[in-house]
């Protein structure tokens, strides 16, 4: 990990090499969750831990990047997490989870929207996540000193 940063402290390297490993331990602890509760009560806290993350260890990044980024990884980590449980069902092959995940980004609002209340529930906490992601990363540090 030092090795990572060390080669842009404050810009988009720092931002990734910290903001993609937060959103895979979210994507994994929500896909867990995911097996015996169908919620998505973690949203919001998915978007707020990647948020502050980006925020805290990318002080020189452009805000609207930081956004940017910590939004994706918000969204990635959400939309993915249903490949969990799904991938013992197809067995993990490469092929198929590429596939999956294919198709559960480009298509996980209007499956959540159209499976009724709990995916109407579960998109309102989608974008209670994005907005805690954008509004954690829009946050400026205080100056040292």
């Known amino acids: 990990m030092r090795r ?6 404050t810009g988009m390297t720092a931002a990734l090499c910290w903001g993609i490993p937060t959103a895979i331990i979210a994507w994994a602890f929500q896909g867990i969750v995911a097996i015996f509760f169908d919620l998505g009560l973690l949203y919001p806290l998915i978007g707020y831990t990647l948020g502050s993350t980006l925020r805290t260890k990318s002080p020189g990044l ?8 910590a939004m994706a990884l918000t ?5 993915l997490s249903p490949l969990i ?13 590429r596939n999956a995940a294919i198709g559960a ?9 159209s499976a009724g209340v709990v995916g109407v529930l579960n ?13 954690q990363s829009r946050v400026t540090m205080p100056a040292n000193g």
Do not use: K
């Open 4 to 9: 990572c940063i060390a080669a842009d402290e």
């Open 62 to 69: 452009h805000i609207a990047q930081r956004q940017t980024i």
């Open 75 to 79: 969204y990635l980590a959400v939309a």
């Open 85 to 97: 449980p799904f991938g013992n069902a197809i067995g993990f092959e490469p092929i198929r989870m």
């Open 105 to 113: 980004v480009i298509s996980f609002v209007p499956l959540m929207i």
């Open 123 to 135: 998109t309102g906490l989608l974008f209670l996540g994005l907005r805690q992601a954008w509004g």
